[in-house]
Nanobody, 122 residues
């Protein structure tokens, strides 16, 4: 099973940018669709974005569409989440996830990372 490690979280002012990374183990990385989720204090974990194994297809939650961009580099076994125009409501722990296809990633990933904290100050 693929193992995932996130990095890149931190504290940023509203309107700023951050780029999260998720490094995956294994030699079959390109076979996995990947996703990002987030969980704010007192709230349920929610879907943020997903990308297909090839990187050719992406999907975003309405709340981040136009501000966040998910991409992947299969040669580096890494996915990224570029977050621009950050808002205080983007504050959450961000989790990387993997699954055999984008529908599975969004509805029930097979693997999760440990999460990275993002705090957006107003």
């Amino acid at each position: 099973q693929v193992q995932l490690v996130e990095s890149g979280g931190g504290l940023v002012q509203a309107g700023g940018s951050l780029r999260l990374s998720c490094a995956a183990s294994g030699r079959t990385f390109s076979m996995y669709a990947m996703g990002w989720f987030r969980q704010a204090p007192g709230k349920e974990r929610e879907f943020v974005a997903a990308v297909s194994g090839s990187g050719g297809s992406t999907l975003y939650a309405d709340s981040v569409k136009g501000r966040f961009t998910m991409s992947r580099d299969n040669a580096k076994n890494t996915v990224y989440l570029q977050m621009n125009s950050l808002k205080p409501e983007d504050t959450a722990v961000y989790y990387c996830a993997a699954g055999p296809n984008m529908r599975t990633v969004r509805g029930g990933p097979q693997a999760w990372g440990q999460g990275t904290q993002v705090i957006v100050s107003s």
